[in-house]
């Protein structure tokens, strides 16, 4: 007998959590086909932002793999889109021509980016963000663009601003709202919220209007002018503005669309044959853009669509729980509250916390919580069952933990639930059913209780309350969830299991390292490319291959690209110190070539802006100079003060041993920069104590301090050792900076390192264990000994140049990246 046909028109979280749904109801009822406009299986939209910020591959947020679809019969079509709905044939075409018969369609196409009707929006450098393959074009912008400018302080905005801040990009963002995240906080919570993110290096224009976004020239977006006059300059436009249903198709079909496809409570449209889910309905005049009203419906379609019927979607209380930038945000029904209602307010500003309590005749209708969201779902429930309050008045605003009535265990609110409690509200997931499933399926950790419930699977913000009461119910069977990151999408092996597959099984170059550890691409990613070969040339100096193509272009040019594609070039200069000569030779190499600035840096060098790709060798040769690695992962500068030779203050010749150090750390490649100082006294003027490597003079020898940072978030260097001489110095630091290129992950600072395996440990190879100490330094002075300055290298070598050789006239020029 053959079965009836169920089409579904969209692969997203909505359409295939109802197939979910359906397949547990009646798994052989339908023969069933999906069709997904994207070229990916089903993934979770709302972890983008942690994709965006690096902190997650795309793999790991796919939630239903291809071989997901095949174990339950399912014809998936992905990366084709559908172009008409046939009525009264039942039937619909898709982009490629290819036609399908449905006895049952479920329409869940979501929804579409606003994009501003601005002057400009076409430019080249202009996005939105709502889908895998706008992070994946922020992601190659961030690589080689500077200036991000997001439009829009809502959730997804900051979720984009936020990212390519970790990106390594300035971002500012404008918003035309009175504060950010005005449909869901408060202006106090708000103004936390931008007091946080501000401290993160973000900027924001608040409550101003973009008029235009300005052409560079280029046909790329150069700026963003303001409707008061301002500009902001801007190489990456990030519209974040709001979406709309997307229900071009449906209109089309004739199916009845107001601002979404009109549905009734069984999720049916007026064609009874053609049911609809999640963004780009309209249920009762309301369209619902989070994930837990699109969940509940997807389980009233799938009873109607399994033939069960009964049940009914009345629609959606909303309770919005966030995470931004690492911030818990919480807020449902009023927090915004009236004459009518009272307020009960918790503020501590300085621990981060914010807790606004919204009450009318006795019974909570409003929260808002910063910080300290745990008691989100308790309060969610006194509103839901609209219960009295006066017995909870005194202890209400510090939480359910607070109440003392004999069921709590210490700060645990996983056990302090009751087994009808909510616990994830994307999924509808209540305490009783993770209870019954860690009991009756034998479930150890956060991974086992997704799988079988689908608590913690969509935002993750109940992740803690679920490790929780996996906690109170095994005790100490309770498996912690390891904190290990895949490298990149590429590959499930984290960077350390990387580093040791290198080193323990000799491999020596990329493709060799990408067949014995079945890389999934052949040719791997931006991301893994430059960590693969700063792994192989660290662990395996003078057998492994440098592959150039495998660095981003600053370190394959050997000089700092600029915003307009031009380069910035700083030669050595040991300690600070330079002579006469090297001046003047920078000086005519400056006039000769037009060279637009010349600027002395932070690090006590001399900057040379505004240079031609195919200038650079000519501008070597002229210098006569030695590179400053003023653009890669290698030691930056060594700043020093004058020291004892000419300061009345100096207890030690600070500038002799700033240069004795960059001598020997001239041609150093590290998983990151590094940048090293030495003050000559106490009061530090060459700013050590911010420095990868810090050492400061006393009256009795040197102290050094290691793990400083003075970017966007100063970190105060940690006392490492003091030792007598100048021989030491030389050692300890050699040590130390071997352990971190041996060890660190690629792109990970010295402060991080630090923090990861903490500074016992460091101190255990470097201070305490005088065998393992020399040996580090050993390797060092190896992995150097004999390389090359790439400047020196590039001028003796024709073949090496060819970097540097123009295109022919005629040919177009790309951005220049990895």
């Not at 936020?162 to 708000?190: S, T």
């Not at 976004?213 to 046909?219: A, E, H, M």
């Not at 530090?684 to 810090?694: L, P, W, Y």
């Amino acid at each position: 007998m053959n079965k009836p046909k169920l089409v579904l028109i969209g692969n997203g979280m909505a359409g295939i959590r109802t197939l979910e749904e359906l397949l547990a109801l009646a798994p052989d009822h339908y023969e069933i086909t999906v069709f997904g406009a994207e070229p990916h299986p089903n993934y979770n939209r709302i972890m983008l932002s942690p994709v965006l910020a690096g902190e997650l591959a795309f793999d790991s947020i796919v939630l239903n793999d291809l071989s997901w679809y095949q174990r339950h019969g399912i014809d998936l079509h992905i990366g084709r889109r559908i172009v008409a709905i046939d009525r009264e044939r039942c039937t619909v075409t898709a982009d490629d021509g290819s036609m399908v018969s449905y006895d049952r369609l479920l329409i869940a196409t979501g929804s579409r980016p606003v994009m501003l009707p601005l002057p400009g929006k076409d430019l080249a450098g202009v996005l939105a963000y709502r889908d895998i393959a706008d992070t994946e074009q922020m992601i190659a912008a961030a690589a080689c663009c500077r200036r991000a400018i997001v439009i829009g302080g809502g959730l997804l905005g900051l979720e984009a601003a936020y990212g390519l801040k970790q990106r390594g990009m300035e971002v500012d963002v404008i918003h035309l709202g009175p504060w950010l995240l005005e449909r869901q906080l408060d202006r106090q919570a708000a103004q936390l919220l931008q007091t946080s993110l501000e401290a993160r290096g973000i900027r924001f224009h608040i409550g101003r209007q973009t008029q235009e976004l300005v052409d560079d020239g280029r046909g790329r977006v150069g700026a963003v002018r303001l409707r008061d006059g301002d500009s902001v300059p801007a190489e990456l436009v990030v519209m974040a503005v709001g979406i709309r249903p997307e229900v071009e198709l449906a209109e089309a079909a004739g199916l009845q669309c107001n601002n979404g496809i009109v549905v009734s409570d069984s999720l049916q449209t007026f064609d009874a044959r053609i049911y609809a889910v999640g963004e780009c309905v309209n249920h009762r005049g309301v369209g619902y853009g989070l994930v837990a009203p699109l969940f509940e419906m997807a389980k009233v379609a799938a009873k109607h669509l399994a033939g069960i019927g009964g049940a009914s979607y009345p629609g959606s209380q909303l309770a919005t729980r966030l995470k931004v930038s690492g911030i818990d945000l919480f807020s449902a029904g009023d927090y915004q509250g009236g004459d009518d209602c009272e307020e009960v307010i918790l503020s501590d500003a300085g621990a981060g916390v914010y807790k606004k309590l919204v009450l009318r005749a006795d019974k909570l209708v409003g929260v808002c919580l910063y910080g300290d969201t745990g008691d989100g779902a308790w309060y969610f429930k006194l509103m839901r069952e609209e219960r009295t309050l006066s017995d909870l008045r005194e202890r209400l605003i510090f939480g359910e933990t607070s109440l003392g009535d004999g069921g709590h265990q210490g700060q645990n609110r996983g056990a302090a639930m009751a087994d009808s409690d909510e616990v994830c509200g994307c999924n509808g997931v209540c305490k009783g059913t993770i209870v019954k499933a860690i009991k009756e399926k034998g479930l150890f950790c956060v991974d086992d209780v997704k799988k079988h419930t689908k608590a913690a699977s969509s935002c993750g913000s109940c992740t803690g309350l679920v490790e929780q009461i996996l906690s109170a119910t095994l005790g100490s069977d309770f498996q912690q969830a390891p904190k290990r990151k895949a490298m990149c999408g590429c590959t499930d092996l984290s960077h350390a299991e990387v580093r040791a597959a290198i080193r323990d099984r000799h491999l020596l170059d990329i493709p060799a390292t990408m067949r014995e550890l079945q890389w999934r691409s052949g040719d791997g990613c931006s991301s893994c490319r430059p960590a693969l070969n700063y792994y192989l040339i660290s662990t395996w100096p003078h057998e492994a291959r440098d592959d150039p193509q495998s660095r981003f272009i600053n370190e394959r040019a050997h000089a700092n690209i600029q915003k307009d594609g031009r380069f910035s070039v700083i030669p050595q200069m040991k300690g600070g110190v330079t002579t006469p000569a090297e001046l003047r030779r920078i000086a005519d190499v400056a006039d000769k070539y037009r060279v637009e600035q010349v600027k002395v840096t932070g690090g006590q060098r001399i900057d040379l802006l505004g240079v031609n790709k195919e200038d650079l060798p000519a501008i070597w040769s002229e210098l006569g100079m030695n590179s400053g690695h003023g653009y890669g992962k290698s030691l930056r500068t060594v700043k020093t003060c004058v020291g004892s030779r000419f300061c009345r203050f100096g207890t030690q010749d600070s500038t002799g041993m700033g240069i004795a150090l960059e001598t020997m750390l001239a041609t150093m490649w590290s998983p990151h920069k590094v940048k090293l100082a030495v003050s000559g006294c106490p009061r530090n003027c060459a700013e050590a104590g911010i420095k990868d490597v810090g050492v400061v003079a006393v009256d009795s020898g040197w102290e050094i301090y290691v793990g400083g940072n003075g970017g966007i978030k100063t970190e105060v260097a940690q006392f490492l050792v003091k030792v007598k001489t100048g021989d030491e110095v030389l050692l300890y630091s050699a040590a130390f900076l071997q352990l971190y290129r041996e060890e660190a992950f690629y792109l990970e600072r010295t402060v991080h390192f630090i923090e990861r395996v903490g500074l016992d440990y460091i101190k255990a190879q470097v201070v305490d264990d005088a065998e393992q100490r020399d040996a580090l330094a050993r390797r060092l002075h190896f992995a150097l000994d004999g390389v090359p300055d790439p400047w020196r290298a590039r001028v003796d070598d024709a073949a090496l140049r060819q970097e540097f050789t123009p295109l022919p006239v005629g040919r177009h020029r790309t951005q220049e990246t990895l």
